[in-house]
């Protein structure tokens, strides 16, 4: 009975972001696609990050900073919608804090800055707080000072869950972690301004 009920549906996809700086997807690809993540943390990635930067937890934190800094300065950087989990890295959760705990502040805002500066959004990827919630719900990462300098900085955010299973979200400790870092729904992209982001300039 009535209208039914039409869900639009976006293609879009997560592309690498190479040590060498190589964006690892072409313009005529692009062109087909509504919109594109970036990561530049994919670290646990031999083609992201050579052997040779795992040395000591000061290396990957260098590692991450210029490689946000490369994506920013990347001639495709103005299509690209946000970066995916950034100063994630890879899939070392037991290192994450110690990683980045090597990262200034300062370097923050520098990163920071390069993304507002192309229109970069900052992916709120819900599998960077999930790993740091205690029995409470309270979040315990270093990534939160990521966030707050985000916000500071007025990058906007996208949301993702980067679920690979099912499994439950705590969507009630994820928005205390966002009022911890003072994120609220003004800071979000909108749908417009991710789907804009891809087009030929």
């Known amino acids: 009975a009535g209208t039914p009920h039409r869900i639009p549906v976006y293609f879009g996809c997560e592309t690498e972001f190479t040590h060498q700086n190589v964006l690892a997807i072409s313009?005529?690809?692009?062109?087909?696609?509504?919109?594109?993540?970036?990561?530049?943390?994919?670290?646990?990635?031999?083609?992201?990050?050579?052997?040779?930067?795992?040395?000591?937890?000061?290396?990957?934190?260098?590692?991450?900073?210029r490689s946000v800094l490369a994506l920013a300065a990347h001639p495709l950087a103005k299509r690209i919608a946000a970066?995916?989990?950034?100063?994630?890295?890879?899939?070392?959760?037991?290192?994450?804090?110690?990683i980045l705990s090597h990262i200034t502040d300062a370097q923050l805002r520098e990163c920071c800055l390069a993304a507002k500066e192309v229109g970069l959004f900052a992916e709120l990827n819900i599998s960077v707080i999930l790993p740091f919630l205690d029995e409470d719900g309270v979040f315990h990462g270093e990534s939160e000072r990521f966030f707050r300098m985000a916000k500071e900085c007025g990058v906007k955010f996208t949301w993702g869950s980067d679920s690979h299973q099912v499994y439950d979200l705590r969507l009630g400790a994820v928005c205390r972690f966002l009022e911890t870092c003072g994120i609220?729904?003004?800071?979000?992209?909108?749908?417009?301004?991710?789907?804009?982001?891809?087009?030929?300039q």
């Open 83 to 98: 970066v995916a989990h950034p100063f994630s890295p890879g899939t070392r959760y037991a290192r994450y804090n110690a």
């Open 27 to 65: 313009e005529p690809v692009l062109d087909q696609l509504d919109y594109v993540l970036a990561p530049h943390s994919h670290t646990h990635m031999r083609l992201v990050m050579p052997p040779d930067e795992y040395g000591t937890d000061q290396k990957h934190a260098a590692y991450l900073v």
């Open 184 to 200: 609220a729904q003004h800071d979000f992209a909108t749908q417009e301004e991710i789907l804009t982001r891809n087009k030929p």
